[in-house]
């Protein structure tokens, strides 16, 4: 049943007006009617709850690359580990990694990865050998460090048109307009996730933040994910949300429009250093693992690695 109300406003940003209590009165009414499109219940949510966000996609995916850091840098720094923290690691990489980088590092589709994956673990804990194939994606799964973003301002604004066809809010004769609020849909997300604050599992609050401190000189939201495990912090800045907007065209959104580049700072017993990587999406293979058998312990051995 079409919502009068949601209608109205739907109509409004179609005619061009550009007011944020449509959008967040639209995303409210579709977090409980999105089809499985999971950005479009997220920002309804964060619409709703913005203070501390405890699930979702976004606090999914900091989680997520936070355990895969851990993971990487412990087995680097060579501090200890175990067999758990290895398979906890795989499978959050399983869940950050993207389809392309799936087929570039393994040359496999996603749900062929999940299911080796699934059954080089069980192997493993019965003490039992695995096939190339198995350990070419326990490797690359347990020893690398990935990192992507929850969303794109492109695949937020895919969803919602997507939505509203469903709901019957969006006709064929509305594209043309539709395409025209799409900088206007970015913005807004980016001041919905501004200033809100992700529960880590260990207790830890990474609050968000909106910038645009990356090569391309895009507005982002970050959060700043903290590691205690060495003498002094480790700090990863990781996007979570990332746009095609230019900051230099949003300069009233921008404090500053230097630019030096994402530059990912551990600071660890050894001083501190910088890992440039690239700006959205990567991974990093300093030395992934051959866990070879469980019930003797966890056995390593070094490979050299690259980055992508």
Request: with cysteine; charged share 25%; net charge positive.
């Amino acid at each position: 049943m079409i919502d009068p109300d949601i209608r109205l406003r739907v109509r409004r940003i179609l005619r061009g007006e550009r007011r944020q209590d449509d959008l967040d009165r639209i995303f409210l009414y579709l977090r409980t009617r999105h089809f499985g499109r999971e950005s479009i219940q997220e920002i309804g949510d964060f619409v709703a709850h913005r203070d501390r966000r405890q699930k979702g996609p976004v606090t999914r995916t900091a989680r997520d690359v936070f355990v895969s850091f851990r993971n990487w840098l412990r087995t680097t720094q060579g501090l200890p580990f175990t067999a758990e923290d290895i398979i906890r690691a795989a499978n959050a990489n399983l869940r950050i990694a993207t389809a392309d980088q799936l087929r570039s590092r393994l040359d496999l589709r996603p749900e062929v990865v999940k299911s080796v994956l699934t059954q080089a673990v069980r192997k493993l804990e019965r003490g039992k050998k695995l096939t190339t194939r198995e350990e070419r994606v326990f490797n690359y799964l347990g020893g690398a460090f990935i990192w992507n973003p929850a969303f794109t301002d492109h695949s937020i604004f895919d969803d919602l048109g997507e939505v509203l066809r469903q709901n019957g809010y969006l006709e064929e004769a509305d594209e043309a307009s539709f395409e025209t609020i799409r900088h206007f849909l970015s913005l807004y997300v980016l001041t919905i996730m501004h200033g809100s604050a992700l529960l880590m599992e260990n207790g830890d609050l990474a609050h968000l933040q909106a910038g645009f401190r990356n090569k391309e000189a895009k507005l982002e939201v970050k959060a700043h994910l903290v590691s205690q495990d060495f003498s002094k912090p480790v700090i990863v800045p990781l996007c979570l949300y990332w746009t095609s907007l230019e900051a230099q065209q949003h300069s009233n959104l921008c404090s500053s429009a230097k630019q030096n580049g994402r530059v990912l700072w551990i600071l660890g017993r050894m001083g501190c250093f910088a890992l440039r990587s690239s700006p959205v999406y990567g991974d990093v293979i300093i030395h992934p693992l051959r866990i070879l058998s469980f019930a003797s312990g966890c056995h390593r051995c070094f490979e050299s690695g690259h980055q992508k």
